[in-house]
């Protein structure tokens, strides 16, 4: 099997980070590039456009924009080294984006972290699973998932 394409989904948590340096040591080996994708949560903008009272149009925009701004920021934080072919910001439902554009680009790979930025053990993940686990259950192609805690070195 030859790895030429490594989708990252980010979610800008340590485990994300985490998982990114893993990426970033596999995309090395394997001389592959590494594409890194956020997904704005429908129905997380929902939410806040019900509590704010702005359209879903302008809430969409407005945490788009941030999470390309919050992108830079991480990349920045992580150091550059050519590795990070591009970044996307999606918005939608996490899993199905993520399952969509791995399809679509015919990545040979994702690589995810263990648990996302609301951690571990919350209720909806407990009994419905988690992005992880149904990305793995949506996609052909191989998904790791790095857990909280790993050194790179065990690599």
Same mark, same amino acid.
């Given at each position: 099997?030859?790895?030429s394409?490594?989708?990252?989904?980010i979610?800008?948590?340590?485990c994300?980070a985490?998982?990114?340096?893993?990426? +970033? &040591?596999?995309?090395?080996? $394997?001389?592959?590039?590494?594409l %890194?994708?956020h997904?704005?949560d429908?129905? +997380?903008?929902?939410?806040v456009a019900?509590?704010t009272k702005?359209?879903?149009?302008? =809430? &969409?925009?407005r945490? @788009?924009?941030?999470a &390309?701004? @919050?992108?830079r920021?991480? %990349?920045?934080d992580l150091?550059?080294?050519g590795l990070?072919k591009? @970044?996307?910001?999606?918005?939608?439902s996490?899993?199905?984006?993520?399952?969509? &554009?791995a399809?679509e680009?015919?990545?040979d790979l994702? %690589?995810? !972290? !263990?648990?996302?930025?609301r951690g +571990?053990?919350?209720?909806?993940e407990?009994f419905?699973?988690? @992005?992880?686990?149904k990305?793995?259950?949506l996609?052909?192609?191989? =998904?790791?998932?790095?857990p909280?805690? $790993?050194?790179?070195?065990n690599?």
């Open positions: 099997m030859e790895i394409l490594i989708l990252v989904p979610d800008f948590s340590d994300a985490n998982a990114l340096s893993y990426g +970033k &040591k596999i995309a090395s080996s $394997w001389k592959a590039e590494l %890194l994708i997904v704005v429908s129905a +997380k903008a929902s939410l019900d509590y702005e359209s879903i149009e302008d =809430v &969409k925009k945490l @788009t924009n941030q &390309k701004q @919050t992108f920021h991480f %990349l920045n150091g550059h080294d990070v591009d @970044t996307i910001v999606s918005y939608g996490p899993f199905q984006e993520i399952a969509i &554009k399809r680009l015919q990545t994702i %690589l995810m !972290g !263990g648990y996302g930025s +571990k053990g919350q209720i909806d407990i419905f699973g988690g @992005t992880v686990d990305v793995v259950r996609l052909p192609c191989p =998904v790791l998932c790095v909280m805690g $790993w050194s790179i070195e690599i």
